[in-house]
């Protein structure tokens, strides 16, 4: 009991730690560009490295987020139900896994969303500086394992078809 007690802690604690790296993200604005300049991007990598975060939203529009991510090891194992993420490795290298079917499926943090402790019968590869990988909504996707890998992280909410 006490264990289980921990593991439910922890989890508490790593979810309102992700929240807070997505709450103070600005709004996209409706009536005009936003630029985001290497030096911004860079900046909020260091920032991630420097504090042991993984995640940094710069941007919030709802149906989209533009976020840096960096990850050292491995990441857990995700599957959306509508979102569509498109990655572009800035720096760094690892292994990623896509496709097949979730180990240990569990729901997410909402509707269509799940975790896995890794992924079954899918693809792996290295992924490195320049590369981009685009994920569509349903395909088990995660960094399997890296050193360091830092990647722009852009997300779309699937539209429903008109």
Known sequence: ???FRCILMAAALLSTQAIAQTVDAPLAP?????????AELTAAAQHLKDAGISTKRMLEGGIFSI?????????TAL???RISEV?????GSGIVA?????VDKEAGSSAG???GSAIRGGNERLIQAGDVVFVPPGVPHGIKQTDS??????RFELRDED
Do not use: C, P
């Open 1 to 3: 009991m006490k264990l």
């Open 30 to 38: 409706k009536d005009s560009a936003v630029d985001m300049s290497l």
């Open 67 to 75: 976020n840096v991510r960096h990850i050292q090891g491995a990441e």
């Open 79 to 81: 599957q959306h139900g």
């Open 87 to 91: 990655w572009v490795i800035q720096e």
């Open 98 to 102: 896509t496709g097949g079917e979730l």
């Open 113 to 115: 969303e799940f975790r």
């Open 149 to 154: 890998i830092v990647y722009l992280n852009i």
